[in-house]
């Protein structure tokens, strides 16, 4: 509370008298820089989220909702490492809508970012009119973080004006892992193929230098996977040695994969046949933890790439020629094949009564197994049985388990999310933090 003096005149004599009146008269809000390029982990509530969701009051909880002068504040997510430098946020100061209070912010107003848990801020403090001059503050982790931790922002009386939390982040050494690039080349025209592929990464738009070898080019695909869109939730990936297979394209027509006519990919089972011929031409690596990244000198019908989403352990993906040159469709692939889904539903979404079935299916599947088993059934019977429920079992755990850990839809091409299909795709939201982080501690890991 704050003290509001008044003069007034009772009887010919003038007297002071003082108020007590409630100083909270703005809100304090983080954002992201104007010049943000994906260098941290920063979520927040948008405001066109509660017209773009589809479950939107499930997504406010993401958000630790809390109530500041009455009104509804959702609480910003910030993802960094231990000691990282240049973490920069916006400060944005809002009055309340619903403002009744005696007087309006005033220059002297002050602005207080307390440290707490390794978290500490400078500057420390501001005032309002330190805000008009410059409303960015820098933010430091000075140990790691073993808890998300929750930090207030407060004004001159030590009142909450806002708050940030920040992620957790003393385990993000166990968050690296491999890729594995591998170019695909067609037999009697491999040359080409390698050319095709290294001219279009280095071309308009590309991430590539015409000075350098693929290794070189793949070296700026690591650091933008590293430093502005996997980092966001704390992983780090080496991008290895390039390995190459050699394909025979008739034998793809003549399997349906390949379009004779335009020489492009075509199917649901490219990706599968990619893995196969890797697994059958580098037998030793396919083995690996390594994610697997095949770059091909072909389009393909209706799709710039492909991760292999369904398989919880699968480790696939694909770039085609169209998005050879595009970063973010990468990280886009990289990210399914490590548990995200589409941020907008999709023609393959199920309804409620369909995702019943499955786990009515996969929990009668169990209980006759484990029944066979206490019985001590003959192993040949379990064997056979397993057989006939395995692929429908497989494809179901598969569906259900990312369906469950992407629970928000929206619109598409109406965020800039990673995992939407809009132009300007730069980040990863705090609940995908959380998948990326489970999938790769659980399958591709390095030991």
Known sequence: MGKNSFKLEVMGQTKTLDVMVNDIRFFAILERPDDYTGEFGFDWMRSDYKNSCADYDKLKNEYTPTEIEGEEYFVPWLSMFPNQEGVKLKLVLIEPENHTNIGTPTEDDIIKFKAKSGIRFEPEQMTLQDTKDNDVITVFCDQPLTNDVSIDILNRDDEI?????????????????????????????AANDAKTIEDTIDGVNGFGNKNSNIEGDLQNLETYLNKRSLNQALLQCTIGKVYDIVIDENKWIADDLILDEGCIFKGDAVLDKLFEEFQKQHPNKANKKDMVVFLN??????????????????????????????????????????????????????????????????????????????????????????????????????YLNSHYRNPYKFDKKSTENLMDYSDDRISFWKFQWKVLQEEVLKFYANP
Do not use: C
């Open 297 to 398: 000198p072909l389009k393909k019908e209706d799709a710039g790439g492909e991760g292999n989403l369904r398989d919880v352990d699968a480790r696939q993906l694909a770039i085609y020629l169209s998005n050879l040159n595009s970063l973010t469709t990468f990280a886009h692939e990289i990210a399914h094949v490590a548990g995200l889904e589409h941020s907008f539903k999709g023609s393959d979404d199920v309804p409620e009564t369909d995702i019943h079935a499955m786990n009515e299916y996969i929990i009668a599947v169990d209980n006759q197994m484990n029944s066979m088993l206490a019985n001590n059934d003959p192993k040949n019977e379990i064997s056979e049985l397993w057989r006939y429920y395995q692929e429908d079992y497989a494809k179901y755990r598969g």
């Open 161 to 189: 004006v806002g708050k940030l939390n920040v992620y957790k982040n003393a385990h993000h050494k166990k968050l690296h892992f491999n890729i594995t690039p591998v170019r695909v080349l067609r037999k009697g025209i």
